[in-house]
């Protein structure tokens, strides 16, 4: 019956003529703000009921509801860390900003411009963001035509005049979570991104630019704003080497054959094969630099990890680099959080062993989500070796991870040796 639904809802002539094309088009975008409406419903309902039945089973108020952002964003097929933000805009949208809601459910808003509205008026107490609510969105007309930064500027107008001390003290502990990032970017680049106080953050872009504007030596102005930051944040010239320590995961046959299998670095993922063979001898032939050697083993045609020469059995030591290098980033489905902590998929306390099979990588969340009452992972490996993990929230529905396999290799026997070189090199 739902797949008949669906069917209908997807249902395209794509021989209509260009005005029913188009006007196809803006009723499934209104089809998708209602579906987020009711999504934001049935969360706010789940999590009451959730509440309800754990203060009935005693549960102290402090627990209650925990792991309950993570099952969301699982249902949602969404890293867990979202969770909470489904889980906070579902409740603040049904029990404090019903013309939002109204104006979700009837397509005049987007997902996200209602996100914008939540989120500029979170600082708010209750009555001042009902007030909000209804001054923006109780006319749906008046939301006709506004894009995202003009739904965001005018929330953020309304709240600053209800309370401008809530607003300002708000600005105030924003500061309190400035940082720096980095992800993987194509062709072996990068993306460093720091969240940064406006002010701060200006002056920053204003002296790379200052230097792009005052230098002309055929780099182009992006070039040169990229070296500048390089050579400011660490003392010396964008083209000398950085002292580094990575993990560089390849094969045999790619470090010392010429083959063409692509390498691995841990927290990066896959590079070309001449790449790492570069970095590999820079670090070989710089006198400044070391590397160090591991031997691991590949099943060859799966490509999945499966056997590591160490032999310590604790996590912290052998093991826990074993993991690291197989599970990559946190294993729990749509998390790519950096792995924090390398714990038992099925707990120590309940008679989980400490072994690489019962071994999982995961952020320092969902570690601690999977620890909650109702939750189990359970492991283990296919034939190709390939390490899997089972995921049962308190629903009982289940959610599947499998180890990111490395590329695989020509067949020549039954297990393929792999190499994870270790490149450091001293500062100068």
Known sequence: MIELMFDDVIAVDPDAG???????IGELERLKAAAAAAQAVATAALDAARRANEAAAGVPAARRGRGLAAEIALARLDAPVRGGRHLGFAKALVHEMPHTLAALHQG??????????VRESACLDVEDRRALDAELCADPAALEGMGDARIAAAAKKIAYRLDPHAVVERAAKAEQDRTVTIRPAPDTMTYLTALLPVAKGVSVYAALKRAADTCGDGRSRGQIMADTLIERITGRPAEVPEPVAVNLVLTDDTLLGGASTPADIAGYGPIPAAVARAMAAHAVSDERARASLRRLYAHPRSGA??????????????????ID??????????????????????PWARGGPTTANNGLGTCERCNYTKESPGWRVNTSTNQTHTHTAEFTTPTGHTHHSTAPPRAPTIDRSDIETRIAITLARHAA
């Open 18 to 24: 260009e005005a029913a094309l188009i006007g196809r």
């Open 108 to 117: 005049t808003l987007s997902e996200w411009r209602a996100t914008l509205i």
């Open 305 to 322: 990890l499966v056997a590591m020469e160490s032999r310590a059995r604790c996590f912290p030591t052998g093991l826990a680099a074993f």
């Open 325 to 346: 290098l197989r599970d990559q980033r946190c294993r729990t489905p749509y998390c790519d959080a950096p792995i924090r902590h390398r714990d038992h998929a099925q």
